[in-house]
């Protein structure tokens, strides 16, 4: 299992739907898909549609899924883990409006702002679903996802109104035509067969509102939602666009000022020229791409641990309690979890004494965690219900590189 | 406390000396001892799925004011519920009415998870979670009341860390309200301030009640029994606050002396079986007018962090007082108990101190003093009406344990009540 989206190179998606139709088109077998007129995308200011074609953000027949006028695929440099369910990301805004760029924070965007992401996976035989690499080449061409390959879930949007963000989780019918609203989630029983074909049965499950906040509430005082992937040291990489005048790869910071998505990254111009040298976008803050093998052991971990933690264990986040901080700019102590002793792990120290010890990942509490898909011990807690191998295997080779064990204190 | 099932002096606990600290034998006031008893199971029983997602769906829209009502009944539920929302009361038909369970829960991993301020609950049993059965992460004006939640296998290592959890609350009142079995605290209220826990029953946790990190704290009238410890008073590092001020009076402390079936490395878990009421690490507790008798190690244990085992030379922000201070126990009834300490070290401490047939004194300290507290009479440890104080020794390995004659005869300035503004104490009987 590899990374989702490698480095975007072969994800080909439309920044305008018109364009990624008309290319569409050029196959004859694809002309069914061309019938539909594309809507622009509905920013709906209140109440919680019942239909996820309410926004047009995307658009499925049951054969291909597609990308609403102006929608904006993106990846991460390190995505968080979802039993190995792909996605698609994408964001829209209202014309005229921009996200404002943050250093460390997502950026802050307009009311008006959609963001969707996606789950789908890799169809199986027998109605399995296969626990895959992401080789989005083969996923998402021309814009399009091909159902007869792939089956999508669910699709959670997170909405800028005037009020804050709002999360809403869809469900996808079985048809693939349309995904209903399922404000209290719901329990998708799968089975997902692994790379050396063993088939497991597993409970996906798509959170409730409040869920979604469990993981995007990332202050806990004000208690307001937030896009987690949309920030800067995320979204600094190459993507492969698909526009009227075919591929081509390009910086996806760089990417969203041209489009007018963006404004304020340092050194950049706003509008259809603006360029930002490779130095301009080296000096941003960036995470590793925690399944490559040439980038720093450090620099993956703690990007993984970014992405799939942070989002609580900061100082702000729920998990503020816990004094674990995995945030990935702060240095390697106690609130990393270095000889850290637990606060409220109750079984989930599996028996271990402290959070990371270093050198030990078999003595490490964190490791156990990771390890487990048990209520109560598992870490994260949600959007999880099977263990990520290859997550895992990072983190314990990231630990074991560390030096130094735990030494007692005395008076 | 596990003064010490790690033997951690002068080693390193490294990827080898750690298995080795794991094999070796628990030192004094070490508590080793596991139930593990084997877990609940999936249920059989229907999972109400219809009344979950309306419940759930409601905590959703709940604005200020509004009232969840769960009905009478028992009702399975296989995921966790979740509240963030201001103002909200869930109530239930009481707590022999309507019951919860989330035996078999595929998700949570709480039973409730709450944001929020001027929260009540009350009226209803919380059962069997995989997690925490009931936690309240910030908020202001929060109140439990008529709430039980209880793990109905029994002592087990694999039920849910804590039953009633308020951290990083503030004004926060529990009440009439019972905590059966959790793998780590009962009711257990962490990194807040302003707290009254009364009348409440604590029974087969492996911590009854535990005040932890917290600021001005009343608990009083409660009955804890059959528990490892049955009150807990502690300060853990690396947290956003140091606790003090805990006053525990006019509590029953009974028998708690079930075997330690917390998980290694929880706090909880180095509290030795036979614990009536434990101060560790933290400072100004008033243990006055309770009832404390046959905890089979002490009736009363005052401790140090570094008796824990977990006090390593990186893992403990710079500023952490590990040591106990300004510690007062006067006037509590205490009978029996510290006649069948928990771990080989202590059982021989005990025999040879005091003789097969003899027990410990009522309060048990481990020895660890802060020197800059030397001559500093606000940060004694004074004891008054107890039959004796034993200082374990631990500064120097226990080796000359000995009892305290005149060391603890003194007395500290008292604590204030806690006051709770008037949302919380509606029902407030006398305070004090």
Same mark, same amino acid.
């Given at each position: 299992?590899?990374?989702?989206?490698?480095?975007?190179?072969?994800?080909?998606?439309?920044?305008?739907?018109?364009?990624?139709?008309?290319?569409?088109?050029?196959?004859?077998?694809?002309?069914?898909?061309?019938?539909?007129?594309?809507?622009?995308?509905?920013?709906?200011?209140?109440?919680?549609?019942?239909?996820?074609?309410?926004?047009?953000?995307?658009?499925?027949?049951?054969?291909?899924?597609?990308?609403?006028?102006?929608?904006?695929?993106?990846?991460?440099?390190?995505?968080?883990?979802?039993?190995? =369910?792909?996605?698609?990301?994408?964001?829209?805004?209202?014309?005229?409006?921009?996200?404002?760029?943050?250093?460390?924070?997502?950026?802050?965007?307009?009311?008006?702002?959609?963001?969707?992401?996606?789950?789908?996976?890799?169809?199986?035989?027998?109605?399995?679903?296969?626990?895959?690499?992401?080789?989005?080449?083969?996923?998402?061409?021309?814009?399009?996802?091909?159902?007869?390959?792939?089956?999508?879930?669910?699709?959670?949007?997170?909405?800028?109104?005037?009020?804050?963000?709002?999360?809403?989780?869809?469900?996808?019918?079985?048809?693939?035509?349309?995904?209903?609203?399922?404000?209290?989630? #719901?329990?998708?029983?799968?089975?997902?067969?692994?790379?050396?074909?063993?088939?497991?049965?597993?409970?996906?499950?798509?959170?409730?509102?409040?869920?979604?906040?469990?993981?995007?509430?990332?202050?806990?005082?004000?208690?307001?939602?937030?896009?987690?992937? @949309?920030?800067?040291?995320?979204?600094?990489?190459?993507?492969?666009?698909?526009?009227?005048?075919?591929?081509?790869?390009? !910086?996806?910071?760089?990417?969203?000022?041209?489009?007018?998505?963006?404004?304020?990254?340092?050194?950049?111009?706003?509008?259809?020229?603006?360029?930002?040298?490779? =130095?301009?976008?080296?000096?941003?803050?960036?995470?590793?791409?925690?399944?490559?093998?040439?980038?720093?052991?450090?620099?993956?971990?703690?990007?993984?641990?970014?992405?799939?933690?942070?989002? *609580?264990?900061?100082?702000?986040? @729920? =998990?503020? $309690?816990?004094?674990?901080?995995?945030?990935?700019?702060?240095?390697?102590?106690?609130?990393?979890?270095?000889?850290?002793?637990?606060?409220?792990?109750?079984?989930?120290?599996?028996?271990?004494?402290?959070?990371?010890?270093?050198?030990?990942?078999?003595?490490?509490?964190?490791?156990?965690?990771?390890?487990?898909?048990?209520?109560?011990?598992?870490?994260?807690?949600?959007?999880?219900?099977?263990?990520?191998?290859?997550?895992?295997?990072?983190?314990?080779?990231?630990?074991?590189?560390?030096?130094?064990? *735990?030494?007692?204190?005395?008076? | 406390?596990?003064?010490? *099932?790690? +033997?951690?002096?002068?080693?390193?606990?490294?990827?080898?000396?750690?298995?080795?600290?794991?094999?070796?034998?628990?030192?004094?006031?070490? =508590?080793?001892?596991?139930?593990?008893? @084997?877990?609940?199971?999936?249920? #059989?029983?229907?999972?109400?799925?219809?009344?979950?997602?309306?419940?759930?769906?409601?905590?959703?829209?709940?604005?200020?004011?509004?009232?969840?009502?769960?009905?009478?009944?028992?009702?399975?539920?296989?995921?966790?519920?979740?509240?963030?929302?201001?103002?909200?009361?869930?109530?239930?038909?009481? +707590?022999?009415?309507?019951?919860?369970?989330?035996?078999?829960?595929?998700?949570?991993?709480?039973?409730?998870?709450?944001?929020?301020?001027?929260?009540?609950?009350?009226?209803?049993?919380?059962?069997?979670?995989?997690?925490?059965?009931?936690?309240? !992460? !910030?908020?202001?004006?929060?109140?439990?009341?008529?709430?039980?939640?209880?793990?109905?296998?029994?002592?087990?290592?694999?039920?849910?860390?804590?039953?009633?959890?308020?951290? +990083? $609350?503030?004004?926060?009142?529990?009440?009439?309200?019972?905590?059966?079995?959790?793998?780590?605290?009962?009711?257990?209220?962490?990194?807040?301030?302003?707290?009254?826990?009364?009348? *409440?029953?604590?029974?087969?946790?492996?911590?009854?009640?535990?005040?932890?990190?917290?600021?001005?704290?009343?608990?009083?009238?409660?009955?804890?029994?059959?528990?490892?410890?049955?009150?807990?008073?502690?300060?853990?590092? !690396?947290?956003?606050?140091?606790?003090?001020?805990?006053?525990?009076? +006019?509590?029953?402390?009974?028998?708690?002396?079930?075997?330690?079936?917390?998980?290694?490395?929880?706090?909880?878990?180095?509290?030795?079986?036979?614990?009536?009421?434990?101060?560790?690490?933290?400072?100004?507790?008033?243990?006055?007018?309770?009832?404390?008798? #046959?905890?089979?190690?002490?009736?009363?244990?005052?401790?140090?962090?570094?008796?824990?085992?977990?006090?390593?030379?990186?893992?403990?922000?710079?500023?952490?007082?590990?040591?106990?201070?300004?510690?007062?126990?006067?006037?509590?009834?205490?009978?029996?108990?510290?006649?069948?300490?928990?771990?080989?070290?202590?059982?021989?401490?005990?025999?040879?101190?005091?003789?097969?047939?003899?027990?410990?004194?009522?309060?048990?300290? #481990?020895?660890?003093?802060?020197?800059?507290?030397?001559?500093?009479?606000?940060?004694?440890?004074?004891?008054?009406?107890?039959?004796?104080?034993?200082?374990?020794?631990?500064?120097?390995?226990?080796?000359?344990?000995?009892?305290?004659?005149?060391?603890?005869?003194?007395?500290?300035?008292?604590?204030?009540?806690?006051?709770? @503004?008037?949302?919380?104490?509606?029902?407030?009987?006398?305070?004090?």
């Amino acid at each position: 299992m590899s990374v989702h989206f490698r480095f975007g190179r072969r994800l080909r998606a439309p920044v305008f739907a018109a364009a990624a139709l008309a290319a569409a088109c050029v196959a004859p077998l694809l002309l069914g898909g061309c019938e539909r007129q594309p809507e622009a995308v509905k920013f709906i200011q209140d109440g919680k549609p019942e239909h996820l074609s309410d926004w047009h953000v995307l658009h499925s027949d049951g054969r291909h899924l597609e990308l609403g006028t102006g929608v904006v695929p993106y990846d991460l440099n390190t995505p968080l883990f979802s039993d190995y =369910a792909h996605k698609l990301r994408t964001i829209w805004m209202p014309a005229g409006q921009a996200a404002a760029y943050a250093d460390r924070a997502t950026f802050d965007f307009p009311v008006g702002t959609v963001i969707s992401k996606t789950f789908y996976y890799p169809k199986g035989q027998g109605g399995q679903v296969v626990a895959s690499k992401a080789d989005s080449s083969h996923e998402i061409e021309a814009g399009r996802l091909d159902l007869a390959r792939y089956r999508l879930v669910e699709t959670r949007l997170l909405v800028r109104r005037e009020s804050g963000w709002v999360a809403l989780p869809y469900v996808w019918n079985a048809d693939q035509t349309e995904a209903e609203l399922a404000r209290t989630g #719901d329990v998708v029983p799968m089975d997902i067969a692994a790379a050396n074909g063993a088939a497991s049965h597993f409970a996906y499950v798509v959170p409730n509102e409040n869920q979604c906040a469990s993981c995007h509430m990332l202050d806990v005082k004000s208690r307001k939602l937030a896009p987690i992937g @949309p920030k800067a040291r995320h979204l600094n990489r190459d993507f492969r666009y698909v526009s009227a005048d075919g591929e081509h790869d390009e !910086n996806q910071l760089a990417h969203l000022i041209r489009v007018g998505y963006l404004t304020g990254v340092p050194g950049a111009q706003a509008g259809p020229n603006a360029t930002l040298t490779q =130095a301009e976008l080296d000096a941003l803050p960036r995470n590793a791409d925690w399944s490559d093998p040439k980038a720093p052991l450090d620099a993956r971990a703690r990007a993984y641990l970014d992405v799939n933690c942070s989002h *609580c264990h900061s100082p702000t986040g @729920p =998990a503020n $309690t816990t004094a674990l901080n995995l945030e990935p700019f702060l240095a390697p102590d106690a609130h990393l979890g270095l000889c850290k002793p637990p606060v409220a792990a109750g079984k989930g120290t599996g028996d271990r004494l402290f959070d990371i010890v270093p050198g030990a990942p078999d003595e490490s509490i964190m490791l156990y965690r990771l390890a487990s898909t048990e209520g109560g011990v598992m870490m994260p807690e949600l959007g999880r219900t099977t263990v990520h191998r290859e997550g895992l295997a990072l983190i314990r080779a990231w630990v074991a590189a560390m030096s130094g064990g *735990c030494v007692a204190a005395h008076p | 406390m596990n003064l010490l *099932c790690s +033997k951690t002096t002068g080693r390193h606990i490294g990827p080898f000396a750690l298995l080795t600290l794991t094999l070796a034998a628990c030192g004094l006031l070490a =508590a080793c001892g596991k139930n593990d008893q @084997p877990g609940n199971g999936a249920g #059989d029983r229907a999972v109400d799925t219809q009344l979950l997602k309306t419940i759930q769906q409601k905590l959703l829209d709940a604005k200020p004011g509004d009232v969840v009502e769960i009905p009478a009944g028992v009702h399975h539920f296989d995921r966790g519920l979740s509240l963030r929302a201001d103002g909200v009361t869930i109530r239930g038909a009481g +707590k022999d009415k309507t019951i919860v369970s989330f035996r078999g829960q595929v998700a949570g991993p709480e039973g409730l998870i709450v944001y929020g301020s001027n929260f009540t609950i009350e009226g209803l049993t919380i059962e069997d979670t995989k997690g925490d059965a009931l936690k309240i !992460n !910030n908020g202001e004006n929060i109140v439990v009341r008529d709430v039980r939640v209880r793990w109905t296998g029994g002592p087990s290592t694999g039920n849910g860390a804590y039953g009633i959890y308020p951290v +990083k $609350t503030r004004n926060v009142l529990v009440e009439d309200s019972e905590a059966w079995g959790a793998s780590d605290a009962g009711i257990y209220v962490g990194q807040s301030e302003n707290v009254v826990v009364r009348r *409440c029953h604590a029974e087969q946790n492996v911590a009854g009640i535990e005040i932890e990190n917290t600021v001005h704290a009343d608990v009083y009238e409660n009955t804890a029994t059959a528990n490892t410890g049955g009150i807990l008073v502690f300060n853990m590092p !690396n947290l956003s606050q140091k606790g003090w001020g805990t006053r525990v009076y +006019k509590n029953q402390s009974v028998a708690n002396n079930q075997a330690n079936f917390g998980a290694r490395g929880t706090a909880v878990a180095s509290v030795p079986a036979g614990s009536g009421i434990v101060i560790n690490s933290n400072s100004k507790v008033e243990i006055y007018d309770n009832d404390v008798a #046959d905890n089979q190690t002490a009736n009363v244990i005052v401790s140090s962090y570094y008796s824990t085992g977990y006090a390593t030379t990186t893992g403990v922000e710079p500023g952490y007082d590990p040591y106990p201070k300004a510690i007062l126990v006067v006037d509590n009834r205490f009978k029996g108990g510290g006649d069948t300490p928990d771990g080989l070290d202590l059982k021989t401490l005990k025999t040879v101190m005091f003789g097969l047939s003899g027990h410990f004194p009522d309060v048990l300290w #481990d020895g660890y003093a802060d020197p800059k507290s030397a001559g500093v009479a606000d940060d004694r440890i004074c004891v008054k009406g107890a039959s004796g104080v034993l200082n374990a020794d631990g500064p120097d390995k226990y080796k000359s344990p000995k009892i305290e004659t005149q060391l603890h005869d003194c007395t500290l300035p008292r604590l204030p009540a806690v006051e709770l @503004p008037s949302a919380a104490a509606t029902k407030t009987a006398s305070a004090t």
